[in-house]
């Protein structure tokens, strides 16, 4: 299995650009997250998915949009680039949308910069 | 809304002697705590889940304790080696909820 994978591993935007980070995972796991990692600011969940066709906001939403046509993929798209979006972006997921017991897999990340 | 702390600053140790990193919560207990490792340039991985009905939970060298009355979670790494020079990262969540919410981390050194 190769986990969760995430593509791109770097990505340089300029502001207004948009762009999709991709995310997939080959463990037939329910749940699906993205999560943005700041400096001094931890890990905040951007957008979920308990399962295909559903998704929901998480803590930080605006400025990202995501959709889940299928159990394995996850996209999270950018509509225009922000400075302020500058961020080590995350994937994660888990076995059931009971993530309250099970644990996270998280991909290697999407390092993003915006100027 | 929930506020979860874990020190800042990094905790410095000597190979062999026992790590201890804290998670503190605000408000209403969760019903269940994760701890994290992460290492510089890479996503999160998942050590040990405790339950808010459960005072300790112990994975060969690490142990996690959660004391509901002091809202606080302890993680403890036992004869500790550099290699476990990481990020800890505790996570919160409750019944019901589809969410974590993790805090800022703590960074452990171990030097030899």
């Known amino acids: 299995n190769a986990g969760v994978t995430q593509t791109p591993k770097f990505q340089v935007l300029k502001t207004g650009q948009s762009m999709t980070l991709q995310c997939a995972q080959d463990m037939n796991h329910e749940y699906m997250s993205w999560y943005r990692q700041d400096p001094g600011m931890g890990l905040r969940l951007i957008h979920y998915s308990v399962g295909a066709g559903i998704t929901d906001q998480g803590e930080v939403p605006n400025g990202y949009n995501v959709s889940r046509s299928t159990t394995e993929d996850f996209p999270l798209r950018l509509l225009s680039a922000a400075p302020s979006q500058t961020s080590v972006y995350f994937c994660?997921?888990?076995?059931?949308?009971?993530?309250?017991?099970?644990?996270?897999?998280f991909g290697p990340g999407t390092r993003l910069t915006v100027l | 809304s929930q506020k979860i702390e874990q020190n800042s600053e990094a905790l410095n140790i000597q190979e062999g002697k026992t790590a201890t990193l804290t998670c503190n919560y605000t408000?209403?207990?969760?019903?269940?705590l994760q701890w994290y490792r992460q290492d510089p340039g890479r996503g999160p991985v998942f050590l040990l889940l405790i339950r808010e009905n459960e005072k300790e939970k112990r994975k060969e060298r690490l142990k996690v304790t959660f004391d509901t009355t002091l809202k606080q979670s302890l993680f403890h790494i036992t004869a500790s080696q550099p290699a476990d020079s990481a990020t800890y990262l505790c996570a919160l969540t409750y019944s019901g909820y589809s969410t974590l919410t993790f805090g800022k981390g703590t960074m452990l050194l171990v030097s030899p």
């Open positions: 408000n209403y207990s969760p019903a269940y």
């Open positions: 994660a997921s888990s076995y059931s949308a009971g993530v309250s017991y099970n644990e996270q897999f």
